[in-house]
């Protein structure tokens, strides 16, 4: 990339558009993957899984056990969506429309479910979403997922919403990728960056599809707000709920007033302060020509998250961008926004050079591949890990990547494939077509 773009960092087409099979990385590239994956897979065999999560069997069932130990306005929060949940309700139902058209009498005896991007190989096809206020789910939960993530060989990037200083995350979790909201300001945009890339992060991860905050009336509802307001409902919930209190709150608490710690580049109000929305800044003003000055001052891989529209993408190329994120951020933005896996084929069109992520429903390994065929590079998932963190921390989170894992590796099998780069727009279809009548 020329010098005026990316201060030497990756060019829109170097970390691959197309999805790269693990065997195509170089010895160099391949090293730090293959161990960590190898470790991965020695050390959670199916019968060492601890008796108390035996009865986990798939992801949806840490939801129920989120929603008990969780008070209602946290639990809320994380579950909820943007005003009717049409949006969050469509990303599943996309899912129920496209079916698989299966290859048979195909060796995958050597399958495998090892997947690469941006130059690094991981044990599977998907990663942890960014989640705000993650450690409100189980005690220091931004270390938890990111740990979780680490020991799995999985990717997962870190919310600027976190209530855990980036720098401690990096450190302690081994996380590398940072996802930030930033308002329309030059000189807060350039602070942030400089602090991200200090930490040691290699990919900036720009949500962009938050101009303003959705309307999130299951929040009002329920009581939760940011920031937070003390009343006798929050307390009541409180009560009900010891472990969580004690536990998390509790523990929470004895560290200091949470603060949102990474909404800019010094440390931003506690989490209880009603300068905490003031402290957001005018994200509304947030354009292309920001997209470029980030590009020119970070120098690691550098995504869009939050992109539905085909132009976009390819503005997105056109400005020195790794990759784009196919999101309607869970459904929790605008209500009525097109479910990105209807949107993922056309923006996969545009995109060039650049690598296409994608989240948004994903809750089974069928998803996972399913958003593969249709042209992800990558897969992510949000709610689902934060769920098993609130069920059983970090051992919970673990547990639900090797229950995914395993869907993603059998229904390969069953899907014809041995690699991960096999899968494509050959093994879908639409899972209702139009009746063809006599003749």
């Not at 200090?198 to 959705?214: C, I, K, N, S, W």
């Not at 891989?301 to 790794?322: H, N």
Request: proline content about 7%; overall charge positive.
């Amino acid at each position: 990339m020329d010098g005026d773009v990316g201060r030497g960092g990756p060019g829109p087409g170097e970390g691959g558009a197309t999805r790269h099979d693990a065997s195509e990385l170089t010895q160099t590239d391949r090293a730090p993957g293959v161990a960590a994956i190898a470790t991965a897979e020695r050390r959670r065999p199916d019968a060492l899984v601890p008796r108390r999560l035996r009865g986990y069997l798939a992801l949806d069932d840490f939801e129920p056990a989120a929603r008990r130990r969780l008070p209602r306005q946290i639990y809320g929060y994380y579950a909820g969506a943007a005003e009717t949940d049409q949006s969050r309700d469509d990303n599943r139902a996309a899912f129920r429309r496209v079916a698989f058209v299966p290859d048979t009498l195909r060796d995958v005896s050597r399958r495998s479910t090892a997947s690469a991007l941006f130059g690094e190989r991981y044990r599977f096809p998907f990663g942890i979403s960014p989640m705000g206020l993650s450690g409100l789910a189980c005690f220091e939960g931004d270390l938890a997922l990111a740990r979780a993530a680490r020991a799995e060989a999985i990717p997962m990037a870190m919310s600027a919403t976190s209530i855990m200083p980036l720098e401690r995350l990096a450190a302690d979790g081994g996380a590398r990728w940072f996802q930030a909201y930033l308002p329309g300001e030059p000189a807060r945009i350039l602070a942030m960056v400089d602090r991200v890339e200090r930490a040691g992060f290699d990919t900036f991860v720009l949500t962009v599809d938050v101009p303003v905050p959705g309307n999130r009336e299951n929040n009002v509802r329920t009581g939760f707000s940011i920031p937070l307001r003390p009343s006798l409902k929050l307390l009541r919930d409180g009560l009900t709920h010891p472990r969580w209190s004690l536990g998390t709150f509790g523990r929470t608490l004895a560290g200091g007033m949470p603060h949102m710690e990474n909404m800019d580049a010094r440390r931003g109000p506690p989490i209880l302060s009603r300068d905490l929305v003031r402290a957001v800044g005018n994200r509304d003003g947030l354009s292309w020509e920001h997209v470029e000055l980030i590009r020119r001052r970070w120098r690691g891989r550098f995504v869009l998250k939050g992109v539905l529209a085909p132009g976009d993408a390819r503005e997105a190329a056109a400005r020195g961008v790794d990759a784009v994120w196919v999101s309607n951020h869970g459904g929790r933005q605008l209500d009525g926004a097109i479910a990105p896996l209807h949107a993922l084929p056309a923006v996969k069109a545009a995109a060039g050079g650049m690598a296409v992520l994608f989240d948004s429903g994903v809750r089974r390994g069928s998803d996972v591949l399913k958003a593969l065929a249709l042209g992800a590079d990558f897969v992510f998932l949000g709610r689902p890990f934060l769920f098993a963190a609130a069920a059983a921390g970090e051992e919970g989170v673990r547990h639900a990547v090797g229950l995914l894992g395993a869907e993603v590796e059998r229904n390969m099998a069953m899907l014809g494939v041995s690699a991960v780069a096999e899968v494509g727009r050959r093994h879908v279809c639409d899972a209702h077509p139009p009746l063809v009548g006599p003749g």
